[in-house]
C-alpha cells in the first residue's frame, strides 16, 4: 500500500508535519501522476491517479484550505481507466474553482469541475468525438475560463488539439493547434490571469 502525503510552510516559517493527502482505504496500491494547483489565498487542491490492484486506474481529488487539513478524496472517475493511463491535471482560478482533466484511454479526455466550497460536477467529454487522444494538460485564467490542451492521432500523425470553456458556461467545440502532417507530441498550456493563453509542443 502507498500513500501520497504534503508538507507545508508559511513563507519565511520552518516546514511543518508531513500530513496523508489519501488514504490506504481510498488508494490501497500505487498512488502516482499527482498535480497541485494553488489558488491564491493559499487553499491546494491536488489530483492523483491510482491502481487498485491491476483493476485499472481511478482518478481522485482532495482539498485543503490554507490553514486547515486535508478533506477527504473524492474519486473523480466513474469507471476504471484500463487502457493506458488516466494522468490527471488540475488548474485553479482565483476564487479557488478547480477544473481537472483526464484521459480515458485510449478514446476520450475527461473534465469535471467544483467550486471552492462545493462538489464535483459529473465528468464531461471535451475532446469531441472518440479517437486516440492522451497527454491533457489545463490552464485557468482570474475569472474562471479553463483552457485545455491534448494530443490526437489525425490521419496517421499526432496532432494538438484544443478546447475552452468560460465559468459557468459548456466547453466549445475542440480545434487542432498544429499543423496538419507534422507529428507533435506532449502539449503543455499557461495561461495569465488576464486570459491570455500560451500552448507549446515538441
Known amino acids: ?8 510552510r508559511p513563507r519565511g516559517g520552518p516546514w511543518g508535519a508531513i500530513e496523508a493527502v489519501s488514504a490506504p482505504a481510498v488508494s490501497p496500491d500505487a498512488v502516482d501522476r ?11 487542491t491536488a489530483v492523483w ?7 485499472g486506474y481511478r482518478v481522485v481529488s482532495a482539498r485543503r484550505s490554507a490553514q486547515g487539513a486535508w478533506e477527504a478524496p473524492t474519486e473523480l472517475t466513474t469507471a476504471p481507466v484500463t487502457s493506458g493511463e488516466a494522468l490527471p491535471r488540475i488548474a ?12 480515458q484511454s485510449p478514446t476520450v479526455v475527461l473534465t469535471a469541475s467544483r467550486d471552492a466550497g462545493g462538489a464535483w460536477d ?7 468525438a472518440p479517437g486516440n487522444v492522451g497527454a491533457a494538460s489545463v490552464a485557468m485564467d482570474a475569472s474562471g475560463t479553463a483552457t485545455a490542451v491534448w494530443r490526437r492521432v489525425s490521419s496517421g500523425v499526432l496532432r494538438v488539439e484544443t478546447a475552452t470553456r468560460a465559468a459557468g458556461e459548456a466547453w466549445g467545440s475542440p480545434e487542432f493547434l498544429s499543423a496538419a502532417g507534422t507529428t507533435t507530441n506532449e502539449p503543455q ?8 493563453a500560451l500552448a507549446a509542443w515538441q
Open 189 to 196: 498550456i499557461a495561461v495569465n490571469p488576464d486570459g491570455q
Open 34 to 44: 499527482k498535480d497541485l494547483a494553488v489558488a491564491p489565498g493559499g487553499a491546494v
Open 122 to 128: 459529473a465528468p464531461v467529454t471535451v475532446s469531441g
Open 49 to 55: 491517479q491510482f491502481t487498485d490492484y491491476g483493476a
Open 92 to 103: 485553479v482560478d482565483d476564487s479557488g474553482r478547480a477544473t481537472a482533466v483526464w484521459t
Open 1 to 8: 500500500t502507498t500513500v501520497f502525503q504534503s508538507v507545508r
